[in-house]
């Protein structure tokens, strides 16, 4: 910066003395213990007299600076022409340049620094005052508040701040989307109104927790404006203003994440089941043709004794024999079946068809039942499938509705859907039925897993279902309520499926 000396300029005697006369020990205390900036500018702009806030301000001691340096070199270049024509106006037009306004003032380091500037002219003078307070750091809160309310507004979490007794005073607009109010019916509302998941005594002890931890997350359930229940995980924080008490809460929806669990937890089941399959495959082919030779025997020479038999106990009792035998003979072919879980033979079929075709072979027994049929079929992608083998599927569903609704006494309908849905054929085979236990629900593929073995069933049926379908790269799986019906749903993917005439 460049120094300046002017002999003819007053000195700082001589500014006290035309400035304040008598007060001017008074004056001086004010001026120099002031924790303002402070300076008195001369016509020229020169500073005649600065405080030790000011030497502090532009880091130089005040005889380095009391008439010696224009008060315009610390002023920014870009703020120097404003501040020179104001200090003009001021003597020129008095009143007609502001009192206050705000520049940037460079120390003798290089470093700017933010000023709110009040300027006063001395009546009768051509001198005038300043007082500058730096605001840098305040308007770098401002900006830093400016960005964070801007971070939090746009934020793709819902973000809440909560008082002492729950209350919303603050949601971004991601709450608002999440709970589907709009903000100002947010801020009616306390954090008590939409978590369903969490008792208010249980929140109230959480809360009291917190104010010991700092930071908690549970899961819970909020419920929205259009009273739809999500499942959301709640980072809870807490935060001390004042001797106040405030919570900063973040929700975020995890209905997707849930969903994958049950995915996930599905699939290893399913894998969990091909591998007991397999396994009980290998052991059922090997007994089955052990069996099956004795049995050939057996059924054969029951046939002859019965047909050479003229004792009518003895009659009977072959017939016993015969019939056990023949059923013994039932369950060696459908271990059989089971056991040989052969690759599907696929060929362009009409799903609906395959659906159409079950039925028309179940017919007689379902309308011999009482068993209304109702079938709501789509318009459906032409698939490769095994087309006996998905048959064969479907009859045994419909089979087992048919056998749990007559054994029941209870129900009379049976509902076939189709459609696509995510890159699948969905077929459904509903009943209103018995339905089944939650405690059978997970058994129900197992292998010679069966509810009706007094009547016969060997619990081979959905087993071979099973397989059939994951051979098919599907999913099949099983809904009830007890006492309400159950739904068999089967999956068959869309991709690698589809017909080879309607891929180009």
Request: aromatic content about 6%.
């Amino acid at each position: 910066m460049t120094s300046r000396e002017d002999s003819n300029k007053p000195g700082r005697e001589e500014v006290e003395k035309r400035l304040l006369g008598d007060a001017v020990s008074t004056f001086r205390t004010m001026f120099e213990r002031s924790g303002t900036a402070m300076a008195v500018l001369n016509k020229g702009g020169i500073i005649v007299m600065a405080n030790e806030a000011l030497a502090r301000l532009v880091d130089m001691g005040l005889w380095e600076i009391e008439g010696k340096h224009s008060w315009f070199e610390f002023v920014a270049e870009d703020d120097r022409k404003k501040a020179q024509e104001y200090h003009n106006l001021r003597r020129s037009h008095p009143g007609s340049a502001p009192e206050h306004y705000e520049f940037i003032l460079v120390d003798q380091n290089g470093t700017s620094h933010d000023i709110e500037i009040n300027v006063a002219v001395f009546h009768s003078t051509d001198l005038s005052l300043l007082s500058l307070i730096e605001v840098t750091h305040l308007k770098t809160a401002q900006e830093m508040g400016r960005l964070t309310r801007f971070a939090v507004e746009h934020a793709g979490e819902a973000i809440f701040w909560l008082n002492d007794k729950g209350a919303i005073l603050y949601a971004n607009s991601a709450a608002s989307r999440l709970l589907g109010y709009n903000l100002g019916g947010m801020m009616s509302l306390a954090i008590q109104d939409v978590d369903i998941g969490t008792t208010r005594k249980e929140l109230k002890r959480r809360l009291a927790v917190l104010k010991q931890t700092g930071s908690e997350t549970w899961e819970t359930e909020y419920r929205r404006h259009d009273g739809r229940v999500l499942p959301v995980e709640a980072v809870f924080n807490f935060i001390q203003l004042n001797d106040k008490h405030y919570y900063w809460v973040f929700a975020r929806d995890i209905s997707e994440r849930i969903q994958a669990g049950l995915r996930e937890k599905q699939l290893q089941s399913e894998l969990n089941l091909s591998g007991r399959l397999a396994s009980v495959g290998e052991l059922a082919a090997g007994v089955a043709h052990e069996i099956n030779n004795p049995l050939t025997g057996i059924i054969g020479f029951s046939e002859r004794l019965l047909r050479k038999s003229t004792d009518e106990k003895m009659s009977i009792d072959l017939k016993r024999i015969h019939s056990e035998a023949q059923r013994a003979a039932k369950v060696v072919q459908n271990l059989l079946t089971f056991a040989r879980q052969r690759q599907p033979h696929k060929e362009p079929v009409d799903i609906n068809e395959i659906v159409m075709e079950s039925l028309e072979l179940r017919s007689y027994e379902l309308q011999q039942s009482g068993i209304q049929v109702i079938t709501h079929l789509a318009e459906l992608t032409c698939l490769m499938v095994d087309h006996y083998q998905l048959e064969q599927v479907l009859v045994n569903l419909i089979i087992n509705a048919e056998q749990a609704i007559t054994k029941a006494g209870k129900g009379d309908r049976l509902i076939i859907t189709t459609g696509e849905l995510d890159g699948y054929i969905i077929i459904t085979v509903t009943d209103n039925g018995p339905g089944i236990e939650a405690k059978n629900l997970t058994k129900l593929f197992d292998p010679f897993f069966t509810t009706n073995a007094n009547t016969g069933g060997t619990g081979l049926g959905l087993s071979i279902c099973h397989g059939i379908v994951l051979e098919h790269g599907g999913r099949i799986s099983a809904s009830s309520e007890f006492g309400e019906g159950t739904t068999f749903t089967l999956s068959l993917p869309l991709k690698n499926g589809i017909c080879p005439a309607l891929e180009a």
